[in-house]
């Protein structure tokens, strides 16, 4: 079940953030990897990119809302985005949780903006698309672009569609431990 948003946080939200990885991490939706390893992609990607410690901690969490609710289709959680942000939001900057709640959103936006981008998506991301409401609109596209992190919602996109290689050797979600207890990133 969900957590209640109104439940204290945690003290310790490392320990609570890898305990969900390793309760839930082994599922795939449909994906050719598992969602733990895509997190770990996701993160090492925007790291590789020279992102700052929020944004790769926002790769890294992306997905989290798969961990907090039953699964409603064979791709997971629909409204993973607005579920997932929500958690972050409770622990973490905006800077980390609204790449993760706009996530969703970004896809949806590139959809609009790139007609050639819905082809570079896996089958798994099409299938959630549709579920999510498909490309948006003009007005929710421009909606979009006023959100304050839009950018950033991007570019964490662009990592987690990226991040979908099956057999890569990719540091351990228990290596980004010092972005999940950096006090800075903390609520
Ligand atoms: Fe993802």
Do not use: N
């Amino acid at each position: 079940m969900m957590r209640d948003m109104g439940d204290p946080v945690p003290v310790d939200v490392s320990a609570e953030a890898l305990a969900l990885f390793a309760d839930h991490g082994a599922a795939t939706y449909a994906e050719r990897v598992t969602m733990e390893h895509h997190a770990r992609q996701a993160a090492a990607l925007a790291s590789a990119a020279g992102a700052d410690d929020a944004m790769v901690l926002a790769a890294l969490l992306h997905d989290v809302g798969h961990f907090l609710d039953q699964s409603d289709s064979e791709f997971g959680v629909t409204d993973h985005g607005a579920i997932g942000g929500a958690w972050v939001a409770a622990r973490f900057v905006d800077a980390v949780s609204e790449p993760v709640r706009l996530h969703v959103a970004a896809k949806r936006y590139r959809c609009f903006v790139d007609p050639g981008y819905e082809a570079e998506l896996s089958p798994a991301s099409v299938g959630t698309l549709y579920l999510q409401g498909g490309a948006m609109s003009a007005i929710e596209a421009e909606a979009f672009e006023a959100e304050p992190f839009a950018a950033a919602a991007l570019a964490v996109r662009g990592w987690d569609d990226g991040g979908k290689v099956a057999g890569l050797e990719i540091p351990s979600v228990e290596c980004w431990r010092p972005l999940l207890e950096d006090p800075g990133l903390r609520r």
